[in-house]
């Protein structure tokens, strides 16, 4: 996402956004932003319609940002809407620590029960586990075209 996005969703002036990457520049490394070459961000002006810089727009080549660096923002913006996203964002990271712990104590607890149990449970035992495995990937079908 484009620099000016992102700063719309987070509730500041893009050169806000700019000017807070700058003084935290260790946290956007190349995986998580780029600066737009002169060549692409005259292409992206073409194809928007935005104005020439002479007529109100766009005057620096922006900054693209990846998923990972759209979320770095959160941690370095101080909107309101930057301290919420950067909330949200521990918060699904510290439960989805916890169901992987879960799913850890599940199995440690599948492995001792099994080994209590003689061979006539092991079809149980499988079935149990195939049930914790994340499902395949499936492709849909569409109708009218074969898979061949």
Same mark, same amino acid.
């Given at each position: 996402?484009l +620099? ?8 500041? !002036? ?5 000017r807070?990457? #700058? ?5 956007f ?9 002169? +060549?692409?961000?005259?292409n992206l ?21 990846? !998923?990972?660096g ?10 309101n ?15 989805l620590?916890?169901i992987?712990?879960?799913h850890?104590?599940?199995?440690? #607890?599948?492995d001792?029960? !099994?080994? #209590?149990y ?8 499988d079935a149990?586990?195939r049930?914790?495995?994340?499902? =395949? =990937?499936t492709?849909?079908?569409?109708a009218?075209?074969?898979? +061949?």
């Open positions: 996402m +620099d000016t996005d992102l700063a719309r969703i987070y509730g500041v !002036e893009t050169k806000q956004l700019n807070a990457v #700058k003084r935290n520049r260790e946290r490394p190349a995986a998580f932003m780029l600066q737009l070459t002169v +060549d692409e961000f005259s002006r073409c194809q928007t319609g935005t104005s020439s810089a002479t007529w109100g727009g766009a005057r620096y080549v922006p900054n693209a940002f990846t !998923e990972h759209a979320v770095m923002l959160a941690s370095v913006l101080h909107s809407i930057a301290v919420n996203a950067s909330i949200q964002v521990v918060m699904a990271f510290v439960r620590r916890g992987v712990a879960e850890k104590e599940l199995q440690r #607890k599948m001792q029960l !099994e080994g #209590k003689d061979a006539q449970f092991k079809v149980v035992f149990i586990r049930l914790m495995q994340p499902p =395949a =990937a492709s849909k079908r569409i009218g075209f074969s898979r +061949d």
